[in-house]
């Protein structure tokens, strides 16, 4: 029988594969969402709420170590949490209640379109420094 550490060995595992290159991994995610679903609007927005996890892990990651620091993950989380805050803030001016579910769906579609911006200019970066010394 497969321990609870083992099993989240080979959940962390899969997630390091995966989120080495989210963009690969959003095809893969996209083709089998749309196997199960047959939907394709369907399927690319389930693909992009699951690779913006991705994202997180990587664009962290490649923060860590373009600026030799272990804040990546906890700055982007606040950056998250400030935009949500402001977007929450926004709808209860504009209609006096905020939608915790729109809410949520608004700045995590935001977090994968910044994100991913974020993960090529970090990739260009550290690529022109491995070319440059």
């Known amino acids: 029988m497969m321990g609870l550490d083992s099993f989240i060995d ?3 595992s899969i997630y390091a594969v995966l989120a080495m290159l989210p963009f690969l991994s959003f095809v893969l995610i996209w083709i089998i969402v749309y196997i199960v679903t047959k939907e394709k ?3 690319t927005r389930i693909t992009m709420d699951l690779t913006t996890f991705l994202l997180l892990g990587s664009v962290a990651s490649l923060w ?3 600026f030799s620091s272990s804040f990546g993950l906890w700055f982007l989380l606040l950056v ?5 805050g402001l977007i929450g803030g926004h709808q209860n001016d504009r209609k006096g209640k905020m939608e915790l579910g729109k809410s949520l769906r608004i700045v995590w579609r935001l977090s994968f379109m910044g994100l991913s911006l974020l993960y090529v200019m970090f990739m260009v970066v550290r690529m022109g420094t491995a070319v440059l010394g």
């Open 64 to 66: 860590n170590s373009l």
């Open 10 to 12: 080979g959940l962390s």
């Open 41 to 43: 609007k369907k399927s």
């Open 80 to 84: 998250i949490l400030i935009v949500f």
